[in-house]
C-alpha cells in the first residue's frame, strides 16, 4: 500500500540469539519479497560474530546488497569500545558475503580523530574485499555522553574523498555530512544495476 519500490531492513545486534538474529532476516526478506515481489531490499547486519552460517542464511534470502558498516578507522576501535579484531572480523563479513555472490556496501563515520591515512586504509581495506557500495558520513555526539566531534568536514572534503574512492574502484559512493547508511540507497543500487 505504501508502493515502496526500495526498503533497508536492520536491527539492534542480537548477541543473544545463537545466529545472532541471522533467520529473522532471512524470514523477513522472504516475507516481503512474498507480499512484494517486485521490492528490492537491503539488509543491514551486524557481523554475526563471524558466524559464516549465520550470513549464508541472510545472503540466500535473496536481499539485492548486503550492507555492513565499519563505522571507523580500526585505529580508533578501541576508543570507541571495540576490539580492534572486530575490524577485521566485519572485513570478513563483507568478504564472504562477496564470494557468496552478494552486492556488498559498507559505511564509515568521520571527525571521530581519524586522519586522512586512517581513512584512506580503511578504504583500501574495504576495496580489498571487493565492497561495491560506500556511504561516509560525518560524525555528530548523539549525547554528553557519547565522544565529541573531533573534526567538522567541509563539503569539499566529502566531495573529494568520494572522487578518491571512486578512483579507487568503488561502484557507487554517498559521501557528506548528513549522509548515512541508508541514505540514497535506492539510487545507489539502481545506479550500480545500470552498469551490469
Known amino acids: ?3 515502496l519500490k526500495y526498503a533497508v531492513i536492520t536491527s539492534v545486534t542480537r548477541d543473544d540469539l545463537v545466529d ?3 533467520s529473522f532476516f532471512a524470514k523477513t526478506v522472504k516475507t516481503v519479497q512474498e507480499k512484494s515481489p517486485e ?5 543491514l547486519i551486524p557481523d554475526f560474530k563471524g558466524n559464516e552460517d549465520a ?5 540466500q534470502s535473496g536481499p539485492c546488497v548486503i550492507n555492513h558498516n565499519l563505522e571507523a578507522p580500526q585505529s580508533l576501535y578501541s576508543s570507541l569500545n571495540r576490539m580492534p579484531s572486530n575490524y577485521i572480523r566485519s572485513l570478513n563479513v563483507l ?3 562477496k564470494q557468496m555472490g552478494a552486492y556488498t ?7 571521530l580523530g581519524e586522519n586522512e591515512q586512517n581513512i584512506m586504509q580503511t578504504l583500501e581495506d574495504l576495496r580489498e574485499v571487493s565492497c561495491d557500495l560506500l556511504t561516509i558520513g560525518q560524525y555528530l555526539q ?5 565522544l565529541p566531534v573531533c573534526h567538522y568536514y567541509h563539503l569539499n572534503e566529502f566531495k573529494q574523498l568520494k572522487n578518491k574512492a571512486l578512483k579507487m574502484g568503488f561502484k557507487k559512493v554517498e559521501s557528506g555530512p548528513l549522509v548515512r547508511s541508508s541514505y540514497r540507497a535506492h539510487e545507489l543500487y539502481t545506479s550500480l544495476m545500470k552498469e551490469h
Not at 521490492?39 to 539488509?43: F, Q, T, Y
Not at 550470513?55 to 545472503?59: A, E, I, M, N, S
Not at 556496501?105 to 571527525?111: A, E, V
Open 105 to 111: 556496501k559498507s559505511g564509515i563515520m568521520i571527525g
Open 39 to 43: 521490492l528490492k531490499i537491503e539488509v
Open 55 to 59: 550470513l549464508k542464511t541472510v545472503v
Open 1 to 3: 500500500s505504501m508502493r
Open 142 to 146: 548523539a549525547s554528553k555522553s557519547n
Open 95 to 97: 568478504k564472504q558475503a
Open 20 to 22: 545472532g538474529g541471522a
